[in-house]
């Protein structure tokens, strides 16, 4: 197998306390041996190059490495950008307004919501609302409730048992420009 491009988006990174500053992130990838590593702003978003191709060995050599250097868990969620285009190509906001009340997100997710989990859910409180999922990305429409938002992803992590990573739609976007352009 040739070179895969992958983009890694961390969680825990400048948030809660765990500040890191996006060129250790970068010289920790470049630890492991991946080459044309870049970041994409202060939210753990890398991009970068390796042959190997078993990506759940791949995705715990970096949050073992990330642990070892950092003290805390990272869960990592490798994509390619083929695999980002196509979450993005599904556009499930497209027939929604934007208002200054919602917010459009993309939460990853390690493996696909279990069969019995119907959508569209919408949260007791309608501060948020699972419009579609794929087996890695759940499209979620967060809504402001008194100004105050949702936490969809605790809700996943708790009804799934699993980890979970957020970014706002339109931030993917960008983030997937900027893997393409370099």
């Not at 890695?136 to 799934?160: D, H, Q």
């Amino acid at each position: 197998m040739g070179t895969v491009k992958y983009i890694a988006l961390l969680r825990s990174i400048n948030i809660g306390g765990h500040q890191v500053k996006m060129e250790r992130l970068r010289e920790l990838f470049r630890e492991l041996g991946f080459s044309s590593v870049r970041s994409y702003i202060q939210t753990g978003n890398l991009f970068f190059e390796t042959t190997d191709s078993d990506r759940a060995a791949l995705t715990r050599k970096i949050e073992q490495h990330l642990y070892k250097a950092l003290g805390y868990e990272v869960p990592t969620f490798l994509r390619t950008i083929a695999e980002v285009e196509n979450a993005l190509r599904l556009d499930p906001f497209k027939h929604l307004e934007a208002t200054t009340d919602t917010r459009f997100l993309i939460t990853f997710i390690p493996q696909p919501l279990p069969d019995d989990f119907k959508l569209p859910f919408v949260s007791p409180k309608n501060d948020f609302e699972i419009l579609q999922a794929t087996s890695g990305e759940v499209f979620i429409l967060m809504r402001l409730v008194n100004g105050r938002p949702g936490n969809p992803a605790a809700f996943i992590e708790k009804t799934c048992k699993v980890k979970t990573t957020t970014r706002f739609f339109g931030t993917t976007a960008k983030m997937l420009q900027a893997a393409k352009d370099g």
